[in-house]
């Protein structure tokens, strides 16, 4: 058995493309996972819900279809524009995931609460990545 494994590079695209696509896994794992909430179900059937209006449901379909659609905008958009909107829309998402990290308290939202760093640290990875996007030669 060969020791080595070969290691080839991967392009910057698809790692960024990648990262977007684990912090979508992430979002809606914790989506889910956050009805199993004591009420939490019983909450929206009732109405009783953070997002009960047609405004607010379209304004967090909005939100979180970004970073779905950020996957593909990775990889295909123009090197330059898919830099600088990387960083623009990481910062946005790290910004937002660590400011909700701190609005979560109760015992049953540790979930959450774990969910929001490992999100934050994804965006911050992809802010990273794109920051320090090899020049070409």
Request: aromatic content about 16%; glycine content about 2%; proline content about 4%.
């Amino acid at each position: 058995m060969n020791a080595s494994l070969e290691d080839h590079p991967i392009n910057i695209k698809i790692k960024l493309s990648a990262l977007w696509a684990g912090v979508t896994l992430c979002y809606l794992y914790c989506d889910y996972f956050e009805l199993y909430v004591p009420e939490k179900v019983q909450g929206m059937i009732s109405g009783e819900n953070l997002l009960h209006s047609p405004t607010k449901l379209f304004i967090a379909a909005v939100v979180l279809a970004v970073p779905a659609v950020m996957v593909f905008l990775s990889i295909l958009l123009k090197p330059i524009v898919s830099k600088w909107l990387n960083i623009v829309v990481g910062i946005v998402f790290t910004c937002m995931m660590v400011l909700i990290a701190f609005t979560y308290s109760e015992v049953w939202y540790t979930f959450y609460l774990f969910y929001a760093i490992l999100e934050s640290l994804i965006t911050a990875t992809i802010v990273w990545y794109a920051w320090k996007w090899p020049e070409s030669i």
